[in-house]
Structure formats: C-alpha cells, structure tokens
C-alpha cells in the first residue's frame, strides 16, 4: 500500500508564511515526480509546483517568487513553502507523487498517488 500524508495546513493572515509537506510511504521503490496541487471552492484543482527526480522544477505563474519547492528523497517528503500568502491562496492543497511500486507486478498498480489534502486558509 502507499500512502501520501500532507501536513502543515492552517490559518494565517495576508502576508504570513506556512510551510507543507507530504511524505510518501508503503511499497516504494522509487518516485520520479512529486507535486502540489490546490482547489479552491467552485474551482478546478490546479497545478501549484512539481519537481523530479532530477530536481527540474516548475511554478505556475501565480506563486512564482513567492512559493519554494524541495524534497527529501531519502524521506521520500515534498515541501511547499509558502510566503508572502495572500487570500486568493486559500484552497485545499494536496501532494501528488508518480511513482513505482516495488515487486514484479509493479507495472499492475496505480501510476500517481494522491495525498488527502490539507486546508490552507489566508485572512485578508
């Protein structure tokens, strides 16, 4: 089983810092992408950051400059810090991992995992 946990979510006010992370654990035997994602009432999930294996990442136009993102391989754990927070940052924000399985039916098993998200709340 594989499993992703997120945590660092809350409240805080326009201008304040939070920072996620998400740890992925169960029959892991590697991961190429880990990402974050976030849907706000009435909207679609959207793409927050993502980094690879390799340590190429991407932003989306909206949090560049304010949002970092970074992993732990050895922990198997993506970060999201988050500065500079404004209100239209409140959304639900949840970790993707593609990855593969350990095992050899590994090809049989589901390619991405998400996490069950943790509620970011920004106070005007």
């Known amino acids: 089983q594989v499993q992703l946990v997120e945590s660092g979510g809350g409240l805080v006010q326009a201008g304040g810092s939070l920072r996620l992370a998400c740890a992925a654990s169960g029959n892991i035997f590697s991961i190429n992408v880990m990402g974050w994602y976030r849907q706000a009432p009435g909207k679609q999930r959207e793409l927050v950051a993502t980094?690879?294996?390799?340590?190429?990442?991407d932003y989306a136009d909206s949090v560049k400059g304010r949002f970092t993102i970074s992993r732990d391989n050895a922990k198997n754990t993506v970060y999201l810090q988050m500065n500079s927070l404004k209100p239209e940052d409140t959304a639900v924000y949840y970790c993707?991992?593609?990855?593969?399985?350990?095992?050899?039916?590994?090809?049989?098993?589901?390619?991405?995992?998400w996490g069950q998200g943790t509620q970011v709340t920004v106070s005007s």
């Open positions: 993707n991992a593609d990855l593969k399985v350990s095992g050899p039916n590994w090809y049989l098993h589901p390619h991405y995992y």
């Open positions: 980094i690879t294996s390799g340590d190429s990442i």
